[in-house]
């Protein structure tokens, strides 16, 4: 158990819709980064949250959106849902940035399907 | 081509055998990950490192920075080793970023 929680387990959506996943970091975690797994792929980097700040950005589009809270748990917003958004979607807290030089803990994901 | 490559895709193993995957990068790295990720989904770090190497139990992690290489080695291998092994690095430039391999899907049979 890493203490990364994330809500909720499974979610179903239809194209066009929006969609906020929620995740929780381990105690005294500072960072936390947002992955996209496609099915039968590796893990995509979405951005990174430091101190309540976007720290870096994949190569997502901007209806991907974030937001970290002084509790450390953090939100992951996606507009105009489509299918290919479907995926698990995993969140990781560390507890510094620095070009992901920290270990990284993962959650247990939130697996999306769009239809 | 991906900058991050690894080999094989697909392993078979049989209980006691070593094991080694291989991770090969093409950019600038601040550290690189050695990642666990059973059915379900769940992943679990292994390690992390940037020189050298590191061992837990019957994990080896090694690092050739020059030659862009980390190596994975699993001794004594156990059908519960079997998952998909991911390696990832995080990048040097101006933006916090990590790129993944797409996993190597290990099967250890009694």
């Known amino acids: 158990e890493t203490g990364v929680t994330q809500s909720p387990t499974h979610l179903i959506k239809t194209r066009g819709q929006q969609v906020t996943l929620r995740c929780s970091s381990q105690s005294g975690h500072n960072t936390v980064s947002w992955y996209q797994q496609a099915l039968g792929q590796g893990p995509q980097f979405i951005f990174q949250?430091?101190?309540?700040?976007?720290?870096g950005r994949g190569n997502f589009p901007p209806r991907f959106s974030g937001l970290q809270f002084p509790n450390y748990s953090s939100e992951l917003n996606v507009n105009a849902l489509e299918l290919d958004d479907s995926a698990l979607y995993l969140c990781?807290?560390?507890?510094?940035?620095?070009?992901?030089?920290?270990?990284?803990?993962f959650g247990p994901g939130t697996r999306l399907t769009v239809t | 081509k991906n900058e991050v490559e690894q080999s094989p895709q697909n392993l078979t193993a049989q209980e006691g055998e070593f094991i080694t995957i291989n991770c090969s990068y093409s950019v600038g790295i601040s550290a690189l990950h050695w990642l666990q990720q059973h059915p379900g989904g769940g992943i679990v770090s292994l390690f992390m490192l940037s020189s050298g190497k590191k061992k837990h139990g019957r994990l080896i992690a090694t690092i050739n920075i020059q030659e862009k290489h980390s190596s994975l080695h699993i001794t004594a291998s156990h059908p519960r080793d079997s998952a998909v092994y991911i390696c990832?690095?995080?990048?040097?430039?101006?933006?916090?970023?990590?790129?993944f391999g797409a996993g190597t899907r290990l099967t250890v049979k009694p």
């Open positions: 990832a690095v995080g990048v040097w430039h101006n933006n916090n970023d990590m790129r």
């Open positions: 949250y430091y101190r309540e700040e976007e720290n």
């Open positions: 990781a807290s560390s507890s510094g940035t620095d070009y992901f030089s920290y270990e990284q803990y």
